[in-house]
């Protein structure tokens, strides 16, 4: 592993009403020189959205063939896989290739991410991505995050009906993490040449 800026600590508290996940765990997680809080909080929101037993952080950044987060059965293999951010739609494409085929989801939380996705698509003629589920995290959210950074902090996390709400440190948030159609969003950047 390269240099580390910092590292930072979790003390997560997951309710998801939506899966039937109910998790506490404490999370270290090491931030990327090149990585910006934005990143960084989104990662976070991507684990305890998409929380499963087993999954953990990967050396994300640190190792751009891994996906941002995984789980792995007994020998190794990825069995669900979620990226962060923008994707590598080579890597992705790789991904969908290996046997067993693992569960794949994919968090936005940038317009120019979404953007450039949709650039990457060109000449797709089938939907190839039917199988991975596509998520907009409010760049509202993380940016409402940022004035509370601190190197250990406390999460209550609580997914109901769409909605979010996240208690920071004591500080409330509600937003919602969404489910994107990025078939439907590649077919309309067609018409408007998104770059």
């Not at 309710?15 to 506490?24: A, F, I, L, R």
Request: charged share 20%; net charge negative.
């Amino acid at each position: 592993m390269t240099f580390v800026l910092a590292f930072y600590s979790f003390n997560l508290e997951i309710t998801n009403s939506d899966s039937g996940v109910y998790h506490k765990a404490r999370v270290k997680i090491p931030r990327h020189p090149q990585e910006t809080l934005e990143q960084m909080y989104a990662r976070v929101l991507a684990f305890t959205h998409s929380y499963e037993e087993g999954i953990e952080f990967s050396r994300g950044m640190f190792e751009l063939r891994e996906p941002s987060l995984w789980k792995k059965d007994v020998i190794g293999d990825i069995i669900s896989a979620v990226e962060v951010g923008s994707v590598d739609l080579e890597k992705l494409h790789r991904a969908l290739k290996r046997r067993p085929i693992p569960r794949y989801s994919v968090y936005f939380y940038d317009q120019a991410q979404m953007q450039k996705f949709c650039h990457g698509m060109r000449g797709s003629t089938t939907n190839w991505i039917e199988d991975i589920h596509f998520f907009w995290i409010p760049p509202t959210l993380l940016q409402a995050i940022i004035p509370l950074e601190k190197s250990s902090s406390t999460w209550s996390l609580t997914f109901v009906d769409g909605t979010l709400y996240l208690t920071v440190d004591g500080t409330a948030l509600e937003t919602s993490i969404t489910t994107l159609d990025m078939w439907a969003q590649f077919q309309e950047s067609l018409g408007t040449q998104c770059a």
